[in-house]
């Protein structure tokens, strides 16, 4: 069973800058898609970026700009780089790693951006 364990969440003010981390258990980056969404206390998980297995990227429109996605395969990790954090990106950030034939989620990190 694959495990994804997200990191580098916390309080920062509106402005700041945060970097997220998601660490798989095992050598299962690579070939694999890796996705951030978040969710805000009482609305949908929505789809914040993504990177596929040739590095491709995609993000939301509330965050182009301002949110890097990245990946690491040697080190079986993927980042969201978040700089010019707003109140409205608070919200749990979950990690997602997903193929044709996978799927697979991380518990979630807070991130609470203040005004």
């Known amino acids: 069973q694959v495990q994804l364990v997200e990191s580098g969440g916390g309080l920062v003010q509106a402005g700041g800058s945060l970097r997220l981390s998601c660490a798989a258990s095992?050598?299962?980056?690579?070939?694999?898609?890796v996705a951030w969404y978040r969710q805000a206390p009482e609305k949908q998980r929505e789809l914040v970026a993504y990177i596929l297995s040739d590095g491709i990227t995609n993000y939301a429109g509330n965050v182009k700009g301002r949110f890097t996605i990245s990946r690491d395969n040697a080190k079986n990790t993927a980042y969201l780089q978040m700089d010019s954090l707003k109140p409205e990106d608070t919200a749990v950030y979950y990690c997602n790693l997903w193929s044709a034939v996978r799927n697979y989620w991380g518990q979630g990190t807070q991130v609470s951006v203040s005004s």
């Open positions: 095992g050598s299962i980056f690579s070939g694999n898609n």
